[in-house]
Nanobody, 124 residues
């Protein structure tokens, strides 16, 4: 019932910035928790960030906190991930996720819908 489409991925140099976008359709957007996961080649998928339906609460792990900022614009049915001070270890496929809840968690199973992913490559 929900479709998520990521955009904004690409190639960026170490220390650079990139903003990912995720457009949601098919369901009312504003009442859903949304977030981002990422998966590097040969590694498990990891939680990156999440934002509450109201946008008042965000959460991210220490690995990205201070460098990545999640935000949402419910009028545009879009969630963003602003990434700065990028490192080679940030290279991964980034997935937009949505949970049919007022708040979710950091596990893959906490989210009900996934986008197709967008590649982010940080070159040294």
């Amino acid at each position: 019932q929900v479709q998520l489409v990521e955009s904004g991925g690409g190639l960026v140099q170490v220390g650079g910035s990139l903003r990912l976008s995720c457009a949601a359709s098919g369901r009312p957007f504003s009442r859903y928790v949304m977030g981002w996961f990422r998966q590097a080649p040969g590694k498990e998928r990891k939680f990156v960030a999440a934002i509450s339906w109201s946008g008042s609460t965000t959460y991210s792990p220490d690995s990205v906190k201070g460098r990545f900022t999640i935000s949402r614009d419910n009028a545009k049915n879009t969630v963003y991930l602003q990434m700065s001070s990028l490192k080679p270890e940030d290279t991964a496929v980034y997935y937009c996720v949505l949970s049919e809840s007022v708040w979710s968690g950091v596990r893959e199973v906490d989210y009900d819908y996934w986008g197709q992913g967008t590649q982010v490559t940080v070159s040294s």
